[in-house]
């Protein structure tokens, strides 16, 4: 990446950082042109290649940018301090949603990057992944006490399926186009908590 991007004015600088986010959270990898990019952001693709050196320098500078904000917005909400999973959970969906009404396109896009097969840019976001959430993650899961769930649990299996289901949900949300109701978000996923403690809990709720 050339530094001079940081010489730019921060306004310039977001409108070319909300114009890869917007791109790419609406195609794959492959299919997002940097042209388009370019002309969203009200700049040349010259001078966007000025600035990037090609779309994969783009695309993981964008996934970095993305992980440190989401990063920010987790430790704000305490997501990784409870000892209780499911306090733990509600917290970093609480954070997400939060997020996701400031920076929806951001949010579509750090989804869409997780789930990115692409292998010019599937390993380098696996490996960045683990180093921002993942270790934190399952540093948080040994401070839970395994005697509070149902016999046979699998504690890991477990996060991962409420993991995998509350990313679903959000990205389902994020799709539609209309103004987001936060309180209805936050609802729908104290339900989804009320169901999972009814399963996995040893007295439910």
Same mark, same amino acid.
Not at 31 to 41: G, L, R
Not at 80 to 108: N, Q, V, W
Not at 149 to 160: A, Q, S, T, W
Not at 180 to 203: C, G, N
């Given at each position: ?111 869409? &990057?997780?789930?990115?097969? #692409? %292998? ?6 696996? /490996?960045?992944?683990?180093? $921002?959430? +993942? !270790?934190?993650?399952?540093? &948080?899961?040994?401070?839970? #006490? %395994? ?6 649990? /699998?504690?890991?299996?477990? $996060?991962? +399926? !409420? ?17 987001? /109701? ?24």
């Amino acid at each position: 990446m050339n530094e001079k991007f940081y010489l730019l004015p921060e306004e310039k600088q977001q409108k070319i950082i909300n114009a890869g986010f917007r791109v790419f959270s609406e195609n794959s990898y492959k299919k997002s042109p940097m042209n388009e990019i370019a002309d969203c952001a009200g700049i040349s693709k010259s001078l966007l290649f000025h600035y990037f050196h090609n779309k994969r320098e783009l695309y993981l500078f964008l996934w970095d940018k993305a992980c440190k904000i989401t990063m920010e917005y987790l430790t704000g909400y305490g997501c990784y301090e409870p000892t209780d999973l499911f306090e733990m959970m509600e917290r970093g969906m609480r954070a997400k949603i939060r997020m996701m009404t400031k920076y929806r396109s951001m949010t579509a896009f750090a989804i869409k &990057a997780f789930y990115e097969k #692409d %292998p010019e840019v599937s390993l380098a976001i696996h /490996d960045s992944y683990q180093s $921002y959430f +993942e !270790m934190k993650a399952q540093d &948080a899961l040994t401070r839970i #006490d %395994p005697d509070d769930f149902v016999e046979g649990f /699998d504690l890991k299996m477990m $996060y991962r +399926e !409420m993991y995998l289901a509350s990313e679903g949900y959000l990205w389902e949300i994020i799709q539609w186009d209309g103004e987001l /109701d936060v309180q209805k978000l936050e609802r729908d996923f104290e339900d989804m908590l009320k169901f999972w403690k009814k399963i996995y809990l040893k007295r439910g709720e």
